[in-house]
């Protein structure tokens, strides 16, 4: 079981907008704004969407943006495009003997 | 460009052990701290170990604390995995990935490498 929860499947059509959540504890998600978010295409390697909780690193679309309340993050994709179809993953530090925890996983499939 | 290539994956027994390599280029490898990361066939990531960038501190999952071993060598621009004591549950594709400075993020994660235990 992961440290982290996060649903299972998300689903949204070309062009609409879906979130993420991602439900830690205090411990992590809710005690430190260091919560990123990956994009994994099937056999590939993982690659960094957001960080910080709502920062964009440089190339990544716009599209995607992050927040959090709480003990829960939110990763919100706008304008769904059929690339956009992947595995997602919040991560965060953690106060806890595990230094880093990450949710179970997304899958986002684009209709 | 940053690349990241794992090797030294491969099938081993159970109780047996096997050493990971990562190997960087396109940075100053000295200046990054470094993690694995592993991933189950089929299931989600799992942090294993981070090294920071002057081998001077070392944490480990619970998971893999007293088995295994990350290390690196700045010269060869290298990161390491030593795995002993080799589970079932050890079975996944191992990545390495960068971290930068003091920050909690992974920026770069190199292809990964598939590690299976199995007698």
């Known amino acids: 079981q992961s440290a982290l929860t996060q649903p299972a499947s998300v689903s949204g059509s070309p062009g609409q907008s879906i979130t993420i959540s991602c439900t830690g504890t205090?411990?992590?998600?809710?005690?430190?704004?260091?919560v990123s978010w990956y994009q994994q295409h099937p056999h590939k390697a993982p690659k960094l969407m957001i960080y910080?909780?709502?920062n964009r690193p440089s190339g990544v679309s716009n599209r995607f943006s992050g927040s959090k309340s709480g003990n829960t993050a939110s990763l919100t994709i706008s304008g769904l495009q059929a690339e956009d179809e992947a595995d997602y993953y919040c991560?965060?530090?953690?106060?806890?003997?595990?230094?880093?925890?990450f949710g179970g996983g997304t899958k986002l499939t684009v209709l | 460009q940053v690349q990241l290539v794992e090797s030294g994956g491969g099938v081993v027994q159970p109780g047996r052990s096997l050493r990971l390599s990562c190997a960087a280029s396109?940075?100053?490898?000295?200046?990054?701290?470094m993690h694995w990361v592993r991933q189950a066939p089929g299931k989600g990531l799992e942090w294993v170990a981070v090294?920071?960038?002057?081998?001077?501190?070392?944490y480990y999952a619970d998971s893999v604390k007293g088995r295994f071993t990350i290390s690196r060598d700045n010269s060869k621009k290298t990161l390491f995995l030593q795995m002993n004591s080799l589970r079932a549950e050890d079975t996944a594709v191992y990545f390495c990935?960068?971290?930068?400075?003091?920050?909690?993020?992974?920026?770069?994660w190199g292809q990964g490498t598939l590690v299976t235990v199995s007698s």
């Open positions: 990935a960068r971290q930068v400075g003091e920050t909690f993020y992974f920026d770069y």
């Open positions: 396109g940075f100053t490898f000295s200046i990054f701290g």
């Open positions: 090294i920071w960038y002057d081998s001077s501190n070392k």
């Open positions: 205090s411990s992590d998600v809710g005690g430190y704004n260091y």
């Open positions: 910080d909780v709502s």
């Open positions: 991560s965060s530090y953690t106060r806890s003997s595990t230094l880093w925890v």
